[in-house]
């Protein structure tokens, strides 16, 4: 690599992590929940809760996102998409956990048809539990990953962050 490639590459990584430290943008991702968590995602994503005033945006496509939310415990047939849907999206990328099916198989686990929680599967950097969680805990776990990413701490192989459970 020449000094012109690097110098576009660092420049293409600061423009990639300033838009990323003030908007990520999310793929939604069911992987085997009862669509109560999903539902949760939906209402955090309506105007009542406005969370675009966080920067933050739904995208259809994982090549597009930053972050991959997931829902449920992995079955054994949305096993092979997780892994292809985390697998496209582009680094540096980041995924929520949100509740207690997708942190720990919750009332699934141990059925024939599951293998396991998100994070037997691919890693995870924030955990939302709750059954379902609220959307103020959904926005609170995204908050905590937008708070630790303008701190520069928000990096693979660190501690993830479990975002508060908020009574309903
Ligand atoms: S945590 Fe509760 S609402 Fe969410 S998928 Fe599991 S059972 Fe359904």
Request: glycine share 8%; net charge neutral.
């Amino acid at each position: 690599m020449n000094n012109t490639d690097q110098l576009w590459t660092k420049v293409i990584n600061q423009v990639r992590d300033w838009a990323r430290q003030n908007s990520i943008w999310a793929v939604h991702f069911n992987s085997g929940s009862c669509n109560g968590c999903d539902i949760e995602i939906l209402a955090t994503l309506t105007p009542r809760y406005d969370v675009e005033r966080f920067g933050i945006k739904l995208q259809g496509s994982p090549r597009h996102a930053d972050v991959l939310i997931v829902t449920g415990p992995v079955t054994r047939q949305a096993r092979e998409r997780l892994i292809r849907t985390y697998e496209q999206m582009p680094e540096p990328k980041f995924v929520i956990s949100v509740g207690s099916c997708s942190i720990s198989g919750g009332v699934f686990e141990g059925c024939y048809n599951c293998v396991g929680s998100v994070d037997d599967v691919i890693p995870v950097d924030v955990y939302i539990p709750g059954c379902p969680p609220r959307p103020e805990a959904i926005i609170d776990g995204i908050v905590q990953l937008l708070t630790e990413l303008k701190g520069g701490k928000a990096r693979k192989q660190q501690r993830p962050v479990i975002a508060e459970e908020i009574p309903a």
